[in-house]
């Protein structure tokens, strides 16, 4: 049983990367980008809401935006995939979480620290001089898809906070990236999950995990460029490939 394989070798690893994309969120209700018709970017145009020049000419719309999508993150919960991620986590210590989501699904199943390569809504910051801004800690009320809300102001030098994403045509945050380039290089297992694998650098990821001979492992529904080239293809969600994996760990 193909489960029950990758299992083993899970299980047998000693440095593990679990690397997650928005598929990994999508069964606790957060929206894809790249699914056909539910994805965002089949629903809104990239070039208005995630560029820094989107931001520059129209800040109202694009904080508006996130706002949108960080309420409807803050409604929903961990699903059994990240749950499952968690307990892989307690079970091989050496285990390296790394997303691409903005979300904070992963914290609130258990995982710590998920590096997040392209960044979190939790945490904005000025758009000027750079000083982080620290949220109202009253959950926000969820703003119309499209509706613009005006970023709040820097206390420091009044520019507009914007969100603390990585947009298009921006550089991945350094630190982050240079721990998840080291642990692709140096796991034995690469598991991939949820992601279509076509946004870089993030994606070079499971390149440098395979050239180095690592077990690479994906979960994904749908087919990816990678679906001939990685060790296990499931073709399933991951809230039901992750708990079977998991299920395996503690062997026969
Ligand atoms: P995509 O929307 O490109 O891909 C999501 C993948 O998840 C697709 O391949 C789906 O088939 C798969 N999927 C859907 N439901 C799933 C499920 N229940 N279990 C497992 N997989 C499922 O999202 P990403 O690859 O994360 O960047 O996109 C990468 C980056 O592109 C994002 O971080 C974002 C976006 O533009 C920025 O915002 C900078």
């Not at 208005?48 to 309420?71: I, N, S």
């Not at 970023?151 to 969100?163: G, K, N």
């Not at 994403?165 to 034995?188: K, N």
Request: overall charge negative.
């Amino acid at each position: 049983m193909p489960e029950r394989d990758a299992a083993e070798l899970l299980r047998d690893a000693k440095r593990v990367v679990v690397f997650t994309g928005a598929g990994m969120s999508a069964e606790s209700g957060v929206p894809t980008f790249r699914d056909a018709l539910t994805g965002l970017w089949a629903r809104f145009d990239p070039r208005t809401l995630a560029t820094p020049a989107a931001f520059a000419a129209d800040p109202a719309l694009v904080w508006g935006w996130y706002e949108w999508r960080r309420a409807e993150v803050q409604r929903v919960h961990p699903n059994a995939g990240h749950r499952a991620v968690a307990t892989i986590e307690s079970h091989i210590p050496d285990t390296v979480v790394i997303t691409q989501n903005v979300d904070d699904l992963h914290e609130r199943a258990g995982s710590s620290p998920v590096h997040h390569l392209h960044g979190t809504l939790a945490h904005p910051y000025c758009s000027g001089c750079g000083e982080p801004y620290t949220f109202p800690p009253e959950i926000p009320e969820e703003p119309e898809e499209g509706r613009r809300v005006a970023p709040p102001s820097c206390a420091e030098c009044a520019a507009p906070v914007r969100p603390g994403v990585v947009w298009f045509g921006e550089s991945l945050p350094e630190g982050q990236w240079g721990i998840a380039e080291r642990a692709a290089q140096d796991c034995d297992v690469f598991l991939c999950v949820g992601t279509s694998s076509v946004v870089y650098p993030a994606a070079s990821l499971i390149e440098h995990a395979a050239a180095r001979g690592a077990v690479t492992i994906q979960v994904n529904p749908n087919s990816t460029s990678w679906d001939d080239r990685v060790s296990f293809d499931f073709r399933a969600p991951a809230g039901v490939v992750l708990p079977a994996l998991r299920g395996c760990l503690a062997g026969p």
